[in-house]
């Protein structure tokens, strides 16, 4: 056992480097995109808990929407002067989170494009399998 173990330090190992090209950016795009879609999770949560803090007359406006609309609502929406401290400064909450939302959501799809990509050059036969979409398809060789 000794000697086995003076053989093994005795020896010169290469080190294999990490496979890098498509693999490698495959793995950077998917750590990307997850990133993006996380932090886009976190954004909504943001904005549902400031909608239900909302002033009331704008939480009833707000919380009969989907959450697409109110995105879309509360990115579009504009401070008034005449508007209480709070109630501005609300707005600019909401107006500010939904933009967040909406630019990590086209993050994140822009990233999903790249990711089919490389997915159709490096490994086409996976998106052929049913239920087997570019995420998916990405985790197999990075994992």
């Known amino acids: 056992m000794l000697d086995a173990a003076r053989d093994a330090l005795a020896t010169e190992h290469v080190i294999q480097p990490r496979m890098r090209g498509a693999r490698e950016a495959m793995r950077v795009l998917l750590a990307t995109?997850?990133?993006?879609?996380?932090a886009s999770m976190?954004?909504?949560?943001?904005?549902?808990?400031?909608?239900?803090?909302?002033p009331d007359d704008l939480r009833a406006e707000l919380r009969?929407?989907?959450?697409?609309a109110?995105?879309?609502?509360?990115?579009?929406?504009?401070?008034?002067?005449a508007l209480s401290t709070e109630?501005?400064?609300?707005?600019?909450?909401l107006r500010s989170t939904a933009q967040r939302v909406r630019h990590l959501q086209?993050?994140?799809?822009?990233?999903?494009?790249e990711i089919l990509q490389?997915?159709?050059?490096?490994?086409?036969?996976?998106?052929?399998?049913?239920?087997?979409?570019?995420i998916t398809a990405t985790q197999i060789p990075v994992s």
């Open 87 to 93: 109630h501005r400064m609300t707005i600019r909450a």
């Open 118 to 134: 490389v997915v159709r050059q490096l490994a086409p036969e996976l998106l052929e399998l049913l239920g087997v979409g570019p």
């Open 42 to 54: 976190a954004a909504i949560n943001q904005l549902k808990a400031l909608i239900i803090s909302a």
């Open 70 to 81: 109110q995105i879309t609502r509360c990115a579009g929406l504009r401070d008034r002067a």
């Open 33 to 38: 995109w997850q990133g993006a879609v996380h």
């Open 106 to 113: 086209t993050e994140a799809r822009e990233l999903e494009k």
């Open 64 to 68: 009969r929407l989907n959450r697409p």
